[in-house]
Each structure stands twice: as structure tokens, then as C-alpha cells.
């Protein structure tokens, strides 16, 4: 059994993202394989040596540091130099009832925490042109980072995940110093001892841009799986749950969820859905992200305004000027694996994606998908989905009407979609997994 390092960078965000659904999902199948599972987090923890409050704290980000504490810390931090961060173990006791953290968490056998280190070192990466040396209080036997971060551990295999090259293949899509991103990508693939991705299409960018070696890269892909309490809920509930925050019925809406930002072509799936006039009203679900604003102008020439509010779940629904469509900020993952399997079909024409865990999922809970056919989704959806050209509304708005109206067509990709998800299983995966593994173990 080997100790295997993973980091928390994305798994402290409370709504969660696609790489936090990965790191997460790795956690488990690398505890399936029988590994110890060790997680770093970059929280703003408790400096204070006492074990209660770093429990406390590690929940908690608001506790107060004493002033002189926080001195001192960073008068060590300076004595040991700028490119070396120290973690410490926060113990979990479960004196911090954190069961509503529980759907968030990761598998772990033990937490660390290292004081803001992956903002930390994302500035030192700026100024120093080098990856942060994290001294770990139990040198784990391999790290695996989930994410290409700045980061490493001296004296163990150091993987990094790198999901995709967004940055690179749509640079107008996404905020990132676009300079900086391709630095630490080139540096990674030089001192990583290896590469870890998820598709083939995110493999070909890796060598072809970054210039990654053919035999530094491995194409895992991902695992696809939703908890049997969710996914075996009784029809019947389901369809009292959808329809309640809805207001729509069982197999009545289509439904996009994800990020509303630029890739995700939200504005061209609103215009092409408006164009198509089906009856059957559209759900989106998400927060808006960075130049949302321009891709929901078609939904705010109207005003937003709040139609209700369901405090059971905290979920605020606005309906727009455009009846037909509603959008909630956010949907607990318990609710969200609802609104999927409650959905007539699957909307997801994104313009770029790494894999399109979304695809797949919507193929698991047995709903019929319209995706894009570009980047990494024809081969992880292979003949399972509607393709589309995301940049043709024309496209979008025909495969719109063809799903809404014929019933064969959705029962036929239910039964495609079982079948492909399938491919995508935590067994497969975690034999992908193992074969890279076992190069550095």
C-alpha cells in the first residue's frame, strides 16, 4: 500500500466544479486500489498549535488569527525562503460536526493544510519563474495533482492532471495571462515526472502546444459515477421534487447545468432553443462566471426578477422576460441528479471541453444528450448523442425539434447512453489509473 498525495485546490469551492467532481472521484478509486489517501489543502487555517482550533478552522475559514501568530509565521516562511511552504495535518476528530460538508469532502486517510500555499504560490510562480517546494510532515510515497498548479514534493514522483488547454485553443474564452498559463504548462511538462489527461483530444493539445513528450502523457479519461441513494431514487419522487422547483413535470423541460461562461455556449443554446419555439420550456442551472453577462443578453433584454424562494434547498429561481426559460443559481448534488433524470434532454453544445463529464452523466441517469462535435466529446460520447456544430444555431435549433418530437429517437439514446457511460465505469478507470501508477510505485 503506498501513500498517495492528492491536493484540495479545487474541492474547498462550495458549489463545486468538473475538476473538483475528478479530484474527488481519484480520492476514491485510489482508496478502492488500496492506497493511503493523503489530501493538501491551501485553506486560510489556524496558525494556533492547538488541535481543536485547526479542526475548527480547517471548517471555517472566518476564525480570527491572532495578529503576532500571523508575524511569526511569515517571519519562518522568509527564513525559509520564498520557494518553500510547509504543511501540517489538521486532525478530524469530528468534534466539528461536518456532516453537511459531506457530499464536498474527498476520501481521505489523512487532511493537511498549508496556509494559503496554492495562492502562495501562484504569486511566487509569477515573481520566481519556478514551482513552490511543499515539506510535507509525512513525505507521501507519490503526489498527484488534480490540477497543473506550481507545486511539488522533493524527492517523490510528481504527476499533475492537465484537462485541457482552453486557455490556449479559445484564449478569448477564459481570464487566465495567457503568457503566464503557457510558462508553468512548459514548465510542468519538463519537471513532471509524468502526465496525466483525460481524453485523447486533450492528449494531442498537450504534445502538439505544450510540447509534452508522446511517452510523458497518459489519456486515462475519467470515471463516471453517481451515488446508488441518488440514482435509484423512486420515479414518483423524483418527479415531485423536479416539479416543485420547477413547476414543470417529470421528462417536461430541457435542461443545460454547468458554468455560464463563454465555452460553455450559452448564448447561441438560448437563441438556437428561443428559434426552435418547442413548447417544452428549458431549465439552466449556474452560477454566472466571468462574461456571462454577454452570453445572457438575449434573457436579459427582459428583467430578472425573483418569482420564488425554497428555503428548504436555499435556491433562489428567477424566471426572465422569456417564460419558457428558468434559471436557478445553484442545485445541491442530490437535487441536481433529480432535475437530470427529470429532464426530456440534455443540453450541452459547449464549444471546448477537456472530456464533458456532463454528457456522460446526463447517459447514466438515462436522458438523452445534445452535445457539440468538436474537441474531446465525439469520442466520450461517441454514437450515444445528438452532435451538433456549437458555432451553427441553425444545427442546434434542428437537433432541438428532432429530440422534442420524436419519442423513438429519445428511447434510442437512452439505451446508447446506458451503454456508453458504461465505458466510463470506476473499474475501467481505476485499471487506467494503476498502469500509470505502477511506473513510479
Not at 265 to 292: C, D, F, H
Request: with cysteine; charged share 25%; hydrophobic share 40%.
Amino acid at each position: 500500500m503506498a501513500n498517495i498525495l492528492i491536493d484540495g485546490y479545487n474541492l474547498g469551492l462550495e458549489k463545486g466544479t468538473g475538476v473538483a467532481t475528478y479530484a474527488r472521484n481519484l480520492s476514491y478509486e485510489l482508496h478502492e486500489l488500496g492506497h493511503k489517501v493523503s489530501v493538501l489543502y491551501g485553506n486560510r487555517g489556524s496558525l494556533n498549535r492547538d488541535d481543536l482550533l485547526r479542526e475548527i478552522a480547517f471548517f471555517d475559514g472566518a476564525v480570527e488569527q491572532p495578529r503576532l501568530l500571523e508575524l511569526l509565521e511569515r517571519g519562518k516562511q522568509a527564513l525559509r525562503g520564498p520557494l518553500s511552504y510547509r504543511a501540517k495535518q489538521v486532525p478530524i476528530t469530528g468534534r466539528v460536526v461536518a456532516k453537511t460538508f459531506a457530499a464536498r469532502l474527498p476520501y481521505f486517510d489523512a487532511i493537511y493544510n498549508s496556509n494559503e500555499v496554492f495562492k502562495n504560490a501562484n504569486g511566487a510562480f509569477w515573481f520566481w519563474k519556478q514551482l513552490v517546494n511543499i515539506r510535507m510532515p509525512d513525505q507521501p510515497d507519490l503526489a498527484h495533482w488534480t490540477y497543473p498548479l506550481p507545486v511539488r514534493i522533493k524527492g517523490v514522483p510528481n504527476l499533475y492532471t492537465m484537462h485541457d488547454l482552453v486557455p490556449l485553443r479559445l484564449p478569448y474564452t477564459t481570464l487566465d495571462n495567457k503568457r503566464r498559463y503557457l510558462r508553468l504548462m512548459r514548465l510542468l511538462a519538463k519537471k513532471a515526472e509524468h502526465i496525466v489527461t483525460v481524453s485523447e483530444n486533450s492528449r494531442r493539445d498537450l504534445v502538439e502546444l505544450v510540447g509534452v513528450p508522446e511517452g510523458k502523457v497518459t489519456n486515462t479519461y475519467q470515471s463516471v459515477q453517481i451515488p446508488v441513494k441518488y440514482r435509484d431514487k423512486p420515479e414518483d419522487q423524483v418527479a415531485r421534487e423536479v416539479e416543485g422547483v420547477t413547476g414543470f413535470g417529470y421528462k417536461g423541460y430541457f435542461l443545460f447545468w454547468g458554468s455560464l461562461e463563454p465555452k460553455k455556449n450559452i448564448g447561441r443554446m438560448i437563441e438556437a432553443y428561443m428559434a426552435s419555439k418547442v413548447a417544452t420550456p428549458l431549465v439552466i442551472i449556474g452560477a454566472q462566471a466571468w462574461k456571462a453577462e454577454k452570453e445572457l443578453a438575449l434573457l436579459n433584454e427582459g428583467k430578472w426578477e425573483q418569482d420564488s424562494f425554497i428555503p428548504a434547498s436555499n435556491i433562489e429561481r428567477r424566471r426572465g422576460a422569456r417564460k419558457r426559460i428558468i434559471r436557478l443559481d445553484y442545485a445541491p448534488f442530490s437535487l441536481l441528479v433529480s432535475l437530470i433524470r427529470g429532464a426530456k434532454g440534455a443540453l450541452f453544445p459547449s464549444l471546448y471541453e477537456g472530456f464533458g463529464l456532463p454528457a456522460l452523466e446526463a447517459m447514466l441517469l438515462g436522458t438523452p444528450v445534445i452535445c457539440s462535435n468538436t474537441s474531446s466529446l465525439p469520442e466520450v460520447a461517441g454514437n450515444a448523442a445528438e452532435m451538433v456544430d456549437p458555432y451553427d444555431t441553425q444545427a442546434i435549433t434542428a437537433a432541438i425539434r428532432r429530440l422534442d418530437a420524436d419519442a423513438d429517437r429519445r428511447a434510442e439514446l437512452t439505451e446508447l447512453g446506458l451503454a456508453q457511460a458504461a465505458l466510463y465505469s470506476p473499474e475501467n478507470y481505476r485499471k487506467r489509473l494503476e498502469s500509470v501508477y505502477a511506473r513510479y510505485l
